[in-house]
Nanobody, 123 residues
């Protein structure tokens, strides 16, 4: 029903910033509760941040609170993750996910996923 494509990943030094984008197609983005997850090698997929249908409420993992900001622009069918004060521990493959129900904080609750974009933070 919706296709998601992430972009914006790359290599950044510790303390730097990066902004990830998720482009949606196939249906209006306002229908979905959106989230970002990440997965490092050998680790389980981890919740990072989520945002409700109109952007009025956001949710963050403790590990990223105060550093990351999730936002959405339904008119542009885009979701963003602004990442500041990046740490090497943030290195992971970052995924955009969409769900028709919410709130949801676990990977198995999300219906649609992007292909992921790699974020690597060097020290």
């Amino acid at each position: 029903q919706v296709q998601l494509v992430e972009s914006g990943g790359g290599l950044v030094q510790a303390g730097g910033s990066l902004k990830l984008s998720c482009a949606a197609s196939g249906r209006t983005l306002s229908s979905y509760f959106m989230a970002w997850f990440r997965q490092a090698p050998g680790k389980e997929r981890e919740f990072v941040a989520a945002i409700n249908w109109n952007g009025g409420r956001t949710y963050y993992a403790d590990s990223v609170k105060g550093r990351f900001t999730i936002s959405r622009d339904n008119a542009k069918n885009m979701v963003y993750l602004q990442m500041n004060s990046l740490k090497p521990e943030d290195t992971a493959l970052y995924y955009c996910a969409a769900d028709t129900s919410g709130p949801a904080y676990y990977p198995n609750e999300y219906e649609y996923w992007g292909q992921g974009t790699q974020v690597t933070v060097s020290s």
